[in-house]
């Protein structure tokens, strides 16, 4: 079996509100069984008896419910494989203290005023921003005021159960156009017919410049017909977050101004290349404070003559649509990663930010299964706040738009990050990468979240998002502690 600790911060309930708990009841279930020493431990590093009220393997919610005719506890824990980083410090640090392995979950609980259906279970879900199915379990106990604390969640431990699956799988494309759109829906990789009929004729051979292609392929034991895992890659790599189709797309230019001096030509053929990297390399020529520019994993300029300043900025739309705090908490980890790795290394020293919303007010009558614009302003900027807080990183500044056409939000999350020019007589902003290298990944393991997260940008918001599954895992759950480590 295992233990299960309830902590509820002191004076954190409030009778008048709808929802109750005015902050979560945190809920850390321990698998296996703690002698009495380690139980001990385990109360010390989880409880702080002045702010928090706790109950072992009983509700900590007491005789306070009493007050209600009827009221519903809410429980959300990650699902199995999904990322549970409060779980897995706890785990660390209970290990360290009772010197052996122990695996933690981490839950949290919710108390409602009165009994609940199944729509106003799902709109619940939303409104306590834990909206995503796919990768949380929900459990729901009734209760009235004869309920009694014993009554409480049965333990229960997250625990994965690998399945025999085949390794891959071919995928046809010898099909119908019809059929090709349904390849790309149906695994979420979000091409449209012109880019599913590229992949289809360079597995015919008749894709310009590469009708080689299969012959390649046989050469180094490839089969003709593409698997699952290229076709996923594909349309990863064609993905609006990577790709930025839009940014690299032909664009018309028509202007009614007759003093219209922007001199732009009626057809740009890409405005990343000609008004953003090309101006850019323009200007270049002329300064000397471009350090490297469209190189590494931020842009570098120079400060002084002694110091450098590396810059970057990503979108991170699609999941803060889907969900506002898990999409801005982890676009800031990224933001926060990528100065900090450019060159040979750089100290990151503030955040920052730029959203476009909608006001609540332009979408009245919303699907409940669509964000409201008022829930993603208040998810987004607590997942910059949350991350940046817990890095030790100052969120230093930030502008905020409205315009109705932003009920999809854009969602701008930049880094600053600095760096002595040269150090032990090496320039800090260049690296080399020889063949032969060894690459190391650092961080949790691979599991639910996060998938598809790169193709989803390449969709519009839909009504019925919340329902797919491969819409919602496509969410990532960031990790800040082990980042900041």
């Known amino acids: 079996m295992g233990v299960r600790v309830e902590l509820l911060s002191k004076g954190s309930l409030d009778s008048e509100e709808e929802i109750v708990t005015r902050i979560p009841i945190r809920v850390y279930s321990i698998n296996g069984d703690l002698t009495d020493t380690e139980l001990d431990a385990a109360k010390q590093l989880l409880i702080d008896p002045i702010t928090d009220d706790f109950a072992i393997d009983s509700s900590v919610l007491g005789t306070f419910v009493s007050n209600f005719e009827e009221a519903t506890i809410i429980e959300v824990t990650p699902k199995p494989g999904v990322t549970d980083p409060h779980g897995q410090e706890v785990s660390r640090i209970l290990e360290n203290l009772i010197g052996r392995e122990v695996n933690v979950s981490y839950s949290e609980q919710y108390l409602r005023k009165g009994h609940l259906n199944d729509e106003d279970f799902r709109i619940l879900r939303k409104r306590l921003g834990h909206a995503n199915p796919v990768i949380n379990d929900y459990n729901v106990l009734k209760i ?45 990789v979000a091409m449209n017919l012109p880019e599913m009929k590229s992949i289809q004729r360079l597995f015919q051979g008749k894709f310009k410049g590469y009708e080689d292609f299969l012959e390649r392929r046989k050469a180094v034991g490839l089969d003709a017909i593409p698997t699952d895992a290229e076709i996923e890659e594909t349309g990863q790599s064609w993905s609006e977050h990577c790709r930025h189709k839009k940014l690299n797309g032909l664009w018309y230019y028509t202007s009614d101004d007759p003093n219209d001096e922007s001199d732009l030509p009626e057809v740009v053929d890409s405005l990343f290349k000609t008004i953003i990297a090309g101006t850019t390399y323009k200007i270049a020529k002329h300064v000397d404070y471009l350090v490297s520019i469209f190189k590494d994993n931020s842009g570098v300029v120079r400060l002084n003559n002694k110091w450098n300043i590396a810059h970057k900025v990503e979108t991170h739309n699609h999941p803060s649509s889907i969900d506002g705090f898990g999409g801005a908490n982890t676009g800031t980890g990224g933001v926060l990663r990528d100065p900090d790795e450019t060159g040979l290394g750089m100290i990151v020293v503030s955040s920052q930010y730029a959203f476009r919303f909608a006001l609540p007010e332009d979408y009245p009558n919303l699907p409940d299964n669509v964000q409201d614009p008022g829930r993603t302003l208040e998810t987004v900027v607590w997942g910059v706040e949350d991350y940046g807080n817990k890095m030790g990183i100052p969120t230093q500044y930030g502008d905020i738009m409205f315009d109705k056409g932003w009920l999809k939000p854009a969602v701008y999350v930049g880094a600053v990050a600095v760096q002595k020019a040269e150090v032990a007589g090496k320039f800090t902003h260049e690296k080399t990468v020889n063949p032969g290298y060894i690459g190391i990944s650092l961080g949790g393991g691979v599991g639910k979240d996060g998938i598809h997260g790169a193709t989803g940008s390449s969709e519009s918001l839909k009504a019925d998002s919340e329902e797919r599954a491969d819409v919602n895992q496509s969410v990532q759950i960031g990790n800040p502690i082990v980042e900041k480590e």
Do not use: A
């Open 144 to 188: 009235d005021k004869n309920w009694n604390p014993s009554q409480h969640f049965e333990f229960e431990f997250p625990t994965v159960k690998i399945e025999d699956m085949p390794l891959f799988q071919y995928i046809d494309l010898n099909v119908s156009d019809e059929d090709l759109m349904k390849i790309s829906d149906s695994r979420y």
